[in-house]
């Protein structure tokens, strides 16, 4: 056996001498503009607590009250005892506000794409996703046994192409809403119309739009303009603007019932502890009563791009809270990190294979607990980084 640990060493060097190792920092305190890393306070931008909302007192104290109704854990899965009040509240008003008909409570994003992907398809079937598309879809894609099918991103022609030729007996059009890496947006009417002409599916994973996109924060469906019948499956996370953990799908009777009865990253799981539930629900109180919260995350994105307008950056086209800023190589990429960290700035370098080679960036996120003054901070910061390092060659 030891030559397997030798191979695992060495893929590991082989990773650490591309610049391409992962690492991890420990934070101290809760989720904030400010954190404390590796014991240094820092500005940070990389978090996707889009709207403060992790931190925020109503959502600590509805989390308290129902820990010492409850307890702690959930205690098993939903299918045998762990399923509490909290669970079904928080699915009947998830329900209710994205206009389906039923909602079903995972553990996790991750989760709940891979539960959705294998429970709906098997090899007669055939998905359809964007290259772009977050790793759980692409997961899920894989492991469902179905023809897996990628197209360019946002390229409607390809997809169109693709569904054409299939002859399978699903087909699932899968898309991110907001784009995890690029913070740009999928076009849900164009692939909407495309999956009701060639008799197809779409599903949508709002992970980063909910709670940020649409007048009353329910994200980019709401945003555009569309409903149940144009996109029947949502798929939502609850730790990114919502501020809390978990992710939950909404759709029909039938698919939240065939999901219920089929999809094992549901059957086969712990349930959520039901104080996060109701944390999740005070979080959807705060999308109504503090409205300002999406407002002022839309003024520091805007004023964002003004100020960043002015330096030789290569900042990629979005309206969102996710705002690339693409460096390079892998290593450029850390050459970045550690500046704007001795400046007392914290963004992670985002690095192949998460993003494509020669694209690694930093992945800049705004929050509703940022103020106008920390964006200029972070635009100088900016400034005085790009000046300092020497450019990349072509």
Request: proline share 3%; hydrophobic share 45%.
């Amino acid at each position: 056996m030891s030559s397997v640990w030798d191979d695992l060493a060495r893929q590991l060097a082989e990773r650490h001498s591309q610049h391409l190792l992962r690492h991890r920092y420990t934070v101290a305190g809760p989720q904030a503009a400010h954190l404390v890393v590796d014991g240094q306070r820092m500005l940070a931008f990389c978090s996707n607590d889009y709207l403060g909302l992790a931190n925020h007192p109503y959502v600590i104290e509805q989390f308290t009250l129902a820990a010492q109704r409850y307890g702690v854990g959930g205690g098993a899965s939903h299918l045998v005892c762990g399923h509490t009040q909290e669970h079904q509240l928080l699915e009947q008003e998830f329900a209710a506000r994205t206009g389906r008909e039923r909602a079903l409570l995972f553990s996790t994003g991750y989760m709940a794409n891979l539960g959705v992907l294998t429970a709906l398809l098997d090899r007669r079937d055939a998905v359809f996703e964007d290259k772009l598309n977050h790793a759980s879809l692409l997961d899920g894609g894989r492991l469902s046994g179905a023809r897996w099918e990628r197209f360019l991103h946002n390229d409607l022609t390809q997809l169109e192409k693709r569904l054409r030729r299939s002859q399978a007996r699903r087909k699932l059009i899968c898309v991110d809403g907001v784009f995890s890496m690029d913070g740009d947006v999928a076009p849900l009417e164009d692939l909407s119309r495309l999956a009701a002409q060639y008799d197809a599916v779409l599903m949508v994973d709002d992970a980063h739009g909910f709670g940020v996109l649409g007048q009353q924060g329910n994200g980019l469906c709401e945003l555009q303009g569309l409903g149940p019948a144009e996109v029947p499956i949502l798929m939502c996370t609850l730790g990114k603007a919502l501020g809390t953990f978990g992710a939950i799908v909404a759709g029909s009777h039938t698919l939240i019932e065939t999901l219920v009865q089929f999809a094992r990253s549901y059957i086969y799981t712990t349930s959520l502890p039901p104080a996060v539930a109701a944390a999740t629900r005070a979080s959807f109180t705060l999308l109504d009563e503090e409205a300002w919260r999406r407002a002022h995350l839309q003024k520091l994105i805007a004023l964002f791009r003004t100020e960043v307008a002015g330096l030789d950056l290569t900042l990629l086209e979005s309206t969102t809270a996710i705002q690339p800023l693409v460096v390079g190589d892998a290593e450029r990429a850390w050459q970045w990190q550690r500046a704007l960290r001795e400046r007392g700035i914290w963004i992670t370098a985002i690095r192949p294979p998460t993003v494509p080679p020669g694209t690694a960036r930093l992945r800049i996120t705004l929050s509703a607990a940022h103020t106008e003054d920390h964006v200029c901070q972070l635009v100088e910061a900016l400034g005085q980084v790009a000046d300092a390092l020497p450019r990349q060659e072509a």
